[in-house]
């Protein structure tokens, strides 16, 4: 059985089925089984997605921008905020240069001081989101460097150090998925073959007639493989359609749980919902390519 | 067509079940095998129809020494052998229908010409009308007939059948022993194990003789 034309043909029926493989017990538990591990798989497969995808947009977003923050001192002169602005917008790589207002900071800083809104006797710094040109980079330390000359104390943040412990924290995240699906797959590899076998004892007699009667290993073997992939693809599909509920009402019910800040929220794309599709058309064809294997080296000991 | 030389089988560390057996079958012959029970016939069927090795001695089938038949072409061989097994040995969840069709669908012959072939013999034994008759549902001799027509079906080189008329009424064993006699005439090598003097008496077919894991040719009058 190689490729799509061995899986094709066990989807054929085949008349008057020699093994009954459905009346095992064990069987019918192996549903459950690859259910659950496709959706285990499914969930760390979607969360690998949307890290390395959400990773990328935090990357190009953050890279892409500076934030300025013009220290309370400065702000006492009026003049200062013009200045600094002037002098973004000079800058050849930047495309925009916006001061925040009272109202977007308090909005940051409510996570530590509460909704109730600033005092208005309260100093806080002035912040200054600087949008770069696609493509474009700074210095950060050349610039804050002449900034400092119109306003001192001036500090520059082109977000590379927490930029980068983002994305470490997102690579540890899609390699922790990754490990989930091996370790997901493996568990299943071990069920079916564990379920083959028990069918091939319960099959035993069967089997030999079959061998009696000029039955090829391969035979039998289709037999089983067309078994694990119905029972695959049973469970395959009731684990992915929980698992896409699961994730569909995360995102519904998660709410405001899933924005971080000044990030945007994460999202699945359209294409790793695609790309998830595979899985429990990948669940149906590792059963049956499991049995296959597990019968085909369990004969190969007989006569 | 068969051949065995000094060949024993024992089990395990356990006793010689067969010694010393020498034998030559010739292609289109017909014999019984007789003997008591415990006698070794089982046994001795079961290295005709390849389902294990001789411990000592050389098997020959088709030509093809068994102990050196890679076991990837022992399916092929196989085919060419049909065999009644004195329990039948047929699948409890299939049909006289399907359970008869197993060896064509087994070979991949196309379903049309299965279920054509299939009805015709199962009418033949006498079984027309048990079709999608499960085992559990037909009486012994009419399990045995369906065993039958299951070895049949194929037209093997090859035929062995261990007690084939032992459920049946004497109607029905003649009836049987025809189609062996058919198959017989068409080319195919038999081989009948029975306690049934009655079978032996009415045909002129030699007769050998296993007892206590040796086997002999009874002398018979007019013997073929």
């Known amino acids: ?223 089983f493989a067309r078994d694990a992939l119905t029972v695959g693809l049973r469970g395959g599909l009731v684990g992915f359609a929980t698992a896409v509920l699961t994730i569909i009402g995360l995102f519904v019910l998660g709410g405001s749980a899933l924005e971080f800040g000044l990030l945007p929220r994460p999202a699945p794309g359209p294409l790793a919902f695609i790309l998830l599709t595979v899985v429990p058309l990948a669940a149906a064809a590792l059963c049956a390519l499991t049995a296959w294997v597990t019968v085909v080296l369990d004969l190969r000991q007989r006569i | 067509m068969v051949r065995f030389e000094n060949v024993g089988l024992r089990y395990g560390l356990g006793p010689e079940i067969l010694r010393d057996i020498y034998l030559e079958l010739a292609p289109g012959s017909f014999h019984f095998l007789t003997g008591p029970s415990g006698a070794g016939k089982s046994s001795f069927l079961s290295l005709l129809y390849l389902s294990r090795r001789p411990t000592r001695g050389i098997v020959t089938i088709f030509g093809r020494d068994l102990a050196t038949i890679p076991r990837a072409e022992l399916p092929a061989l196989r085919r060419q052998i049909g065999v009644v097994f004195q329990d039948f040995r047929l699948l409890a969840h299939l049909s006289a229908l399907d359970n008869v069709a197993l060896p064509l669908r087994v070979a991949g012959v196309p379903e049309e010409k299965v279920q054509e072939h299939v009805v015709e013999l199962l009418t033949w034994v006498g079984l027309g009308d048990q079709l999608h008759a499960k085992p559990a549902t037909l009486s012994g001799g009419q399990q045995q007939r369906v065993a039958i027509a299951r070895a049949v079906i194929t037209r093997p080189r090859l035929l062995l059948a261990d007690e084939p008329t032992g459920n049946v009424d004497d109607r029905i064993a003649v009836r049987l022993m025809h189609l062996f006699e058919e198959l017989h005439r068409l080319g195919t090598t038999v081989m009948i194990a029975t306690h049934n003097p009655a079978l032996i008496a009415r045909s002129r077919h030699p007769e050998l003789r296993l007892e206590a894991g040796s086997l002999t040719r009874v002398a018979r009058l007019g013997a073929a």
């Open chain 1, 1 to 223: 059985m190689t490729g799509f034309g061995g899986l094709f043909a066990l989807l054929s029926p085949r008349t008057g089925s020699a093994l009954q493989l459905r009346r095992s017990e064990s069987r019918l538990r192996l549903d459950w089984i690859v259910a659950a591990m496709t959706f285990l798989a499914t969930l760390a497969l979607l969360g690998a997605l949307t890290v390395g995808k959400q990773a990328g947009q935090w990357r190009d977003g953050l890279r892409g921008s500076l934030t300025i923050e013009l220290p309370v001192t400065a702000t006492a002169d009026p003049q200062s905020l013009d200045k600094v602005l002037a002098l973004l917008r000079a800058e050849p790589a930047v495309a925009r240069a916006e001061p925040l207002s009272r109202a977007r900071v308090a909005e940051l800083l409510a996570p530590w001081l509460g909704t109730a809104g600033l005092s208005e006797t309260l100093p806080v710094p002035q912040l200054i989101d600087v949008a770069l040109i696609p493509g474009a980079r700074i210095d950060a330390a050349s610039l804050s460097q002449r900034l400092a000359a119109v306003a001192p104390g001036i500090t520059v943040d082109d977000h590379g150090r927490w930029l980068n412990e983002l994305l470490r924290l997102a690579t540890l995240a899609t390699l922790v998925a990754v490990a989930i699906v091996v370790i997901v797959t493996l568990a299943a590899v071990i069920a079916v073959t564990l379920s083959t076998r028990a069918g091939l004892a319960l099959q035993q007699q069967a089997i030999g007639l079959l061998h009696l009667i000029g039955a090829e290993d391969r035979y039998i073997a289709h037999e």
